[in-house]
């Protein structure tokens, strides 16, 4: 298929640079001021020299992206909440002109899930999101082979920063400061955290499995959501003289959306460390689901995007 892809951060870039692998072609490349395009085709290694040497992937307008011959619009610009723009007016362009969406942008999914319906519901075009929600870890396609119908419940550890952290905390009996200044220093936290550690973004993924998995539309407003800053430096040495540890828990279930510390056996699966994922899906016949994976990382959530491309080919 051919690829335009918005957005040229960690992700944006691992798509076009794995796109060939996965047999598509780039048309497009656009990041927040300048794209490359060529509907032959574009030299991504070049465009992305490019940005690295000049901060722009090309010579031409970010709106020509849009403007380009694809045959699917990867939208992965940063996520903003409320109005979802600009990602959301992204999608509606290409679902409009009858192209196929994947996002890897939370925004239009968890803050406009029934508005993004509708639009697909009058285009030719479909909307695939699996990186939205656990980077590589085939999350929403499970519940999709499953049958939402099938799933009652999701919970699991959502976001690798705060993963990290406490993890950190508890193997080494190390302060919340010191942990997150360390997380800065090796690129798993961002210069401003706060999006992982307060909570946001596991709660976002929670919304999107919730909308997925209920018979309302849920927002970010709607979710519970308390962060693991405030939590008490002596939380985890308890939890530990118990066997027990603390994990940042989302979860979206029939009573809603919840995110915030809980403790968890020590050795459990929900228990895992470092930047790894879990979701854990409540099944009807089959039990409960375990799904664990990378969910971070510019190639590792390429991997889902570029999935969902394979998948609309099919």
Request: net charge negative; proline share 4%; charged share 25%.
């Amino acid at each position: 298929m051919k690829l335009a892809i918005l957005g040229a951060g960690a992700v944006g870039r691992s798509v076009a640079e794995l796109a060939g692998e996965y047999g598509h072609e780039v048309t497009a490349l656009a990041d927040s001021t300048s794209a490359a395009v060529d509907p032959g085709g574009i030299d991504v290694a070049d465009a992305l020299a490019e940005k690295d040497e000049t901060g722009r992937v090309g010579s031409a307008a970010p709106a020509d992206a849009l403007d380009a011959e694809y045959d699917a619009l990867v939208e992965a610009t940063p996520t903003t909440l409320g109005d979802a723009e600009p990602g959301f007016g992204h999608v509606r362009a290409a679902l409009e002109a009858d192209r196929h969406v994947v996002l890897a942008n939370k925004g239009p999914v968890a803050e406009r899930y029934t508005d993004l319906r509708e639009l697909e519901r009058e285009s030719e075009g479909s909307v695939k999101f699996e990186a939205t929600v656990g980077g590589a870890i085939p999350v929403l396609s499970t519940v999709e082979s499953y049958g939402p119908d099938t799933i009652s419940a999701a919970r699991g550890v959502l976001n690798g920063t705060a993963n990290f952290v406490l993890s950190r905390m508890a193997a080494e009996g190390l302060g919340y400061e010191h942990v997150l200044a360390e997380a800065q220093d090796l690129g798993v936290a961002e210069a401003d955290p706060s999006f992982d550690v307060n909570g946001t973004d596991a709660a976002l993924k929670c919304v999107i499995l919730a909308n997925v998995l209920g018979d309302r539309e849920y927002s970010l407003d709607d979710a519970e959501v308390e962060g693991i800053a405030e939590l008490p430096g002596n939380a985890l040495e308890l939890a530990a003289e118990d066997g027990r540890t603390v994990r940042l828990i989302g979860e979206a279930t029939p009573d809603g959306v919840r995110v915030g510390p809980r403790l968890v056996p020590e050795n459990g699966t929900l228990a895992v460390s470092g930047t790894r994922n879990i979701v854990q899906l409540e099944t009807e016949h089959a039990g409960r689901l375990n799904l664990s994976g990378r969910g971070a990382g510019g190639p590792e959530t390429a991997t889902a995007v570029l999935a969902d491309v394979n998948r609309l080919e099919h």
